[in-house]
């Protein structure tokens, strides 16, 4: 199993970017998924999740409304759309998968989550 995360870099305050996450799962439609950072000289957090057919989605307070999560089952990928990126959005963005749950439900905790990938920094300048 290989989740590969794209899409980070440079913005400044104010812009957007979009992160997305190809799995090489053979039950992606199957599986639910999720987004986390991790900021320097801070724990991972939990940054927004999806169910497997992307009916369900839960969020972070701290970007419910500015991010939006997504997912094309048909290509194994799963997104995360950032707007009005502020500088403490700076972070690691690490997508993961929890191929343990059920139709409906959101995986919130890290610890649910088996699979990993690589992450990718985004960086958001003021």
């Known amino acids: 199993v290989q989740l590969q995360a794209s899409g980070g870099g440079p913005v400044q305050a104010g812009g957007s970017l979009r992160l997305a996450c190809t799995a090489s799962?053979?039950?992606?439609?199957?599986?639910?998924m999720g987004w986390f950072r991790q900021a320097p000289g801070k724990d991972r957090e939990f940054v927004a999740g999806?169910?497997?057919?992307?009916?369900?989605?839960a969020y972070a307070g701290s970007v419910k409304g500015r991010f939006t999560i997504s997912r094309d089952n048909n290509k194994n990928t799963v997104y995360l759309q950032m707007n009005s990126l502020k500088s403490e959005d700076t972070a690691i963005y690490y997508c993961?998968?929890?191929?343990?749950?059920?139709?409906?439900?959101?995986?919130?905790?890290?610890?649910?989550?088996?699979?990993w990938g690589q992450g990718t920094l985004v960086t958001v300048s003021s």
């Open positions: 799962l053979l039950s992606f439609s199957s599986t639910a």
């Open positions: 999806i169910s497997w057919w992307g009916r369900n989605t």
């Open positions: 993961a998968a929890d191929d343990n749950t059920v139709s409906g439900a959101v995986s919130r905790a890290a610890e649910r989550f088996e699979y």
